[in-house]
């Protein structure tokens, strides 16, 4: 099982907490149930980004919105989150 960790600029501001924050709720909902299954492994739809070592969660209700992070060996780094 994976842990989740979330990157934290040097003035101690988390983008991806952010931006969760201001989804809507019934949005909100449905990307902590995505990322539940990110830690036991399950990524669905997702794709590394070229010249990076990021990679992308994509998800396809609403806007569709995408989570982007760094595999770990045991962790993921979510670093944010975003949509159309």
Known sequence: MKTITYYYTIDGKCPYLEWLD???K???VQVEKRVKKLRKEN???HKPLQNSELSEIRMTFGKGYRIYYYDLDDALILFVGGSD
């Open 43 to 45: 990524y669905g739809d």
């Open 26 to 28: 019934s949005i909100k």
């Open 22 to 24: 201001d989804l809507d």
